[in-house]
């Protein structure tokens, strides 16, 4: 059963998972908060250790989040497309980042001010919900992330980005069909 609250599927004009999670009326009441911005690739959207001036909710495209790691290069630590968001650090009243974050592949994605986000997640027990747990789910792939690199061929990583996307929409979907909160 889900309750008439409750999105059963995102209308056609959302995309982004993390947003799609929250009931219909609560994401129409925050949507003037939210601007859409086209996302061109190459372009950069976080800069490592200046303050983060917006949130990305991807609606398309593929951004990642890449570590300078010296004079070895740089390392895509994490690839975030409509399933969730960059950056984290401003839902834990973060203002800076140590990584950069980049567009892939060219989209779009709803953005918000760093300090609107973080206002919101204060007075809305359910959005908190929603983004720390995303923020847990963050934690995990880096993790994963770090092995694969260490382990594996480029084949290999794109099938675990595969798996993220699978995993995202299990993590923040299926349990709300099972468990509507009227």
């Known amino acids: 059963m889900i309750c008439s609250h409750r999105r059963a599927t995102m209308p056609s004009d959302l995309q982004n998972h993390l ?9 129409d009441r925050i949507r ?3 601007e859409e911005v086209v996302l061109e690739a190459g372009q950069r959207i976080v800069t490592a250790n200046e303050p983060i001036s917006h949130v990305y909710f991807p609606e398309s495209g593929i951004v990642s989040v890449i570590f300078n790691v010296g004079g070895r290069g740089v390392l895509d630590t994490l690839v975030v497309g409509r399933e969730g968001m960059v950056s984290t650090a401003p839902v834990l009243g973060v203002e ?13 994605a709803l953005r918000i001010g760093a300090g609107g986000l ?3 997640v204060m007075q809305s027990s359910l959005l ?4 720390m747990r995303y923020v847990q789910v963050v ?15 480029l084949d290999e990583r794109l099938a675990l980005w595969l798996l993220y ?5 299990w993590l923040f ?9 009227c």
């Open 19 to 27: 947003l799609g999670a929250l009931p219909a009326e609560s994401f």
């Open 32 to 34: 003037p908060m939210f």
């Open 96 to 108: 800076r980042a140590p990584h950069d974050v980049q567009v892939r592949v060219a989209g779009s």
């Open 118 to 120: 973080h206002r919101l």
């Open 128 to 131: 908190h919900e929603i983004l």
């Open 139 to 153: 934690l995990i792939w880096s993790s994963q992330t770090a092995l694969v690199y260490r382990r594996n061929k």
């Open 165 to 169: 996307e699978s995993v995202g929409k």
């Open 173 to 181: 979907h299926s349990d709300r069909r099972k468990k509507p909160r």
